[in-house]
């Protein structure tokens, strides 16, 4: 017998893509020199790993505060200045690590999957 329950689905899919979402974001903001944190937004639903900015300041604001990430202000011609962010040294070591057990728990979740 098959139960099909979208409500638990969409619930556990959210919660797998908040998971990686300091992934995600220590990687888009290391590619780029400095990012604008739209710049975050816009790509992040590109990746279709929606994301409201109601969760990514916080977010951002966090991993500032742990020195994982720096920003510069800049004033801005038309409205209120901007705040750029760049990786820290620390942000690249920690961006590494995530990388490293990212790939070995999509690899073990893989051999799982084949298994079925």
């Known amino acids: 017998m098959y139960y099909f329950c979208s409500m638990n689905t969409e619930k556990n899919i959210s919660q797998m893509r908040k998971g990686v979402l300091e992934l ?13 944190a739209s710049d975050i937004l816009d ?5 279709k790993l929606i ?11 966090r991993l500032k505060n742990e020195g994982l990430l720096s920003y510069r202000w800049e004033e801005s011609r038309s409205g209120p200045p901007r705040k750029y962010y760049q990786i820290t040294p620390m942000g690249d070591v920690l961006l590494k690590e995530l990388v490293n057990g990212w790939q070995e728990l999509v690899g073990a979740v893989d051999s799982l999957i084949k298994k079925q």
């Open 24 to 36: 995600c974001i220590l990687a888009i903001i290391a590619r780029s020199e400095e990012v604008y």
């Open 43 to 47: 790509q992040l639903k590109e990746a």
């Open 51 to 61: 994301v409201v900015e109601g969760t990514l300041y916080p977010l951002l604001t």
